[in-house]
């Protein structure tokens, strides 16, 4: 669920799985490049980075939700409390936040009037998250063999046609 507020400077809310809410922040809008980052209690959870070819193509640079946020205390007891106790790293992966940074990618290509968004898979990311090719299935992405539009370590292509289809 993605909220805006009025402002130039779009402040919207998006919630995770269990109700939780973070910021999504989207940097200077530029015109071939943006990054729109998720945040929790001011620290970065999630991001995704795209870089614009118009008029008809949105590449889809990295999308990155962190299994290692440690949040800075909120005030001096916890402070104090952190300590003498190691705090363990928070995973925010598997929450759906990836869907929504995927999705506002979606939002942001359609506004633009782009007809596709692309993208490369690595053997990295596969084995970071086997789910992977399953997951961009899932949200409309065709899988397909690596191109030159692809980076030059890629195993797969990813592909989302914006053309006339409504997702």
Same mark, same amino acid.
């Given at each position: 669920?993605?909220?805006?507020?009025?402002? #130039?400077?779009?402040?919207?809310?998006? !919630?995770?799985?269990?109700?939780?809410? *973070?910021?999504?922040?989207? $940097?200077?809008?530029? &015109?071939?490049?943006?990054?729109?980052?998720?945040?929790?209690?001011?620290?970065?959870?999630?991001?995704?980075?795209?870089?614009?070819?118009?008029?008809?193509?949105?590449?889809?640079?990295?999308?990155?939700? !962190?299994? &290692?946020?440690?949040?800075? +205390?909120?005030?001096? @007891?916890? $402070?104090?409390?952190?300590?003498?106790?190691?705090? %363990?790293?928070? &995973? *925010?992966?598997?929450?759906?936040?990836?869907? =929504? /940074?995927?999705?506002?990618?979606? %939002?942001?290509?359609?506004?633009?009037?782009?007809?596709?968004?692309?993208?490369?898979?690595?053997?990295?990311?596969?084995?970071?998250? +086997? #789910?992977?090719?399953? @997951? *961009? %299935?899932? =949200?409309?992405?065709?899988?397909? +063999?690596?191109?030159?539009?692809?980076? %030059?370590?890629?195993?797969?292509?990813?592909?989302?046609? /914006?053309?006339?289809?409504?997702?």
């Amino acid at each position: 669920m993605l909220e805006s507020s009025s402002k #130039n400077t779009a402040r919207m809310i998006v !919630r995770d799985r269990q109700g939780r809410e *973070y910021r999504l922040q989207v $940097d200077p809008d530029e &015109d071939q490049y943006f990054t729109a980052k998720l945040l929790y209690r001011n620290s970065e959870v999630g991001r995704i980075q795209c870089v614009l070819y118009p008029p008809d193509k949105l590449v889809i640079g990295d999308i990155l939700i !962190r299994d &290692d946020v440690i949040h800075a +205390p909120e005030h001096l @007891w916890a $402070d104090i409390l952190r300590r003498l106790v190691e705090p %363990k790293p928070i &995973d *925010y992966r598997r929450r759906g936040l990836g869907t =929504h /940074l995927l999705q506002f990618a979606v %939002k942001k290509a359609r506004q633009r009037g782009i007809k596709r968004i692309c993208g490369s898979l690595t053997q990295k990311d596969i084995n970071n998250n +086997p #789910n992977l090719v399953k @997951w *961009y %299935k899932k =949200h409309g992405f065709e899988i397909v +063999p690596p191109s030159q539009e692809n980076l %030059k370590e890629a195993v797969l292509g990813i592909s989302l046609d /914006l053309g006339e289809k409504s997702n």
